[in-house]
């Protein structure tokens, strides 16, 4: 399998879009292959292997509490998600509901030229036609989608919690939306500056990845999953784009950075990475829900 590289904006950062969740696992855990061969062993034993290298002395102890989880236990949460993560999104969703009602997005419309129905048509009548009755009907609205970016990015010393938030309030949210009788479409992030070393100051790579298309339904195991755990992060999403670059990877493997309005201004919704807290997580949920529910009046 090749690996695809980051290419050169007319901004001067780098960005890729992966197609996919699989790809991005893919690519992270292939083996013995990174664009730059020099990265490949570290990539490798580090965030793979999660042994000590020379650029790190990490205790396995202290390496499993940073990952969060070991590397056997990433790959089948990926297969088969519990549910302790769905159910504190839920926690958090319930929390936002007690002080906002959530309308079901239904509308009544009347439905002519029916051959049964509620009323006939006088006229229809006359003239004998069978489709004369007409009938007041309950049916889903057309959905408008509403596109939300996660920039997952988060700093070495931060703890699950700090990502935890910022995930499970993008799912809550798209769990609420789709109350409203939106359509939602979920990408997550990664962005960060010195991914190359000796990479120039203020450049950014920025990868993005689907993890929710607007036509498929919610799969709140895998969407809580993939944007609430430390553990996708630092063990699929580093690992992937680091295999990606071309150039030496930096001491540190980049660090965290907002996105750049250019890549926000492409969604309705971002949650970036300067939410870290469930109080902001929430508050935010409140102002997008409250926004966007346009039938409460």
């Not at 006229?123 to 036609?129: E, F, H, I, L, P």
């Not at 935010?284 to 529910?293: L, P, S």
């Amino acid at each position: 399998m090749s690996i695809p590289e980051f290419r050169t904006c007319s901004d001067g950062n780098r960005r890729i879009e992966i197609e996919s969740i699989s790809e991005l696992v893919d690519i992270a855990f292939q083996k013995g292959n990174a664009n730059c061969e020099a990265n490949t062993m570290r990539i490798d034993n580090y965030y793979i292997d999660r042994t000590k290298d020379s650029h790190g002395g990490h205790s396995a102890a202290g390496m499993k509490k940073w990952f969060n989880r070991t590397t056997e236990e990433l790959k089948q949460q990926l297969e088969d998600p519990d549910n302790d993560l769905v159910w504190r999104v839920e926690e958090l969703k319930q929390e936002i509901e007690t002080e906002i009602e959530i309308p079901a997005g239904k509308r009544r419309v009347v439905r002519r030229r029916l051959e049964f129905g509620d009323e006939f048509d006088e006229t229809a009548y006359v003239q004998r036609d069978p489709d004369g009755w007409s009938e007041v009907r309950t049916e889903a609205q057309q959905k408008k989608v509403i596109s939300i970016a996660v920039n997952s990015s988060v700093l070495g010393h931060r703890k699950p919690e700090a990502v935890y938030y910022r995930g499970a309030a993008a799912a809550a949210l798209a769990d609420l939306l789709n109350d409203l009788g939106y359509a939602v479409e979920i990408t997550s992030f990664r962005c960060v500056e010195h991914l190359e070393r000796r990479s120039s100051e203020g450049v950014l790579h920025i990868a993005k990845f689907p993890v929710k298309h607007a036509d498929a339904p919610l799969d709140i195991s895998l969407v809580s999953f993939v944007l609430s755990e430390i553990g996708f992060y630092r063990g699929v999403v580093m690992p992937a784009t680091a295999r990606m670059i071309t150039k030496t990877i930096g001491s540190g493997n980049g660090s965290t950075r907002l996105l750049p309005d250019e890549d926000k201004d492409n969604f309705d919704i971002v949650f970036d990475s300067d939410l870290t807290s469930k109080a902001a997580a929430v508050s935010k949920v409140k102002e997008y829900v409250k926004r966007y529910d346009t039938d409460k009046e």
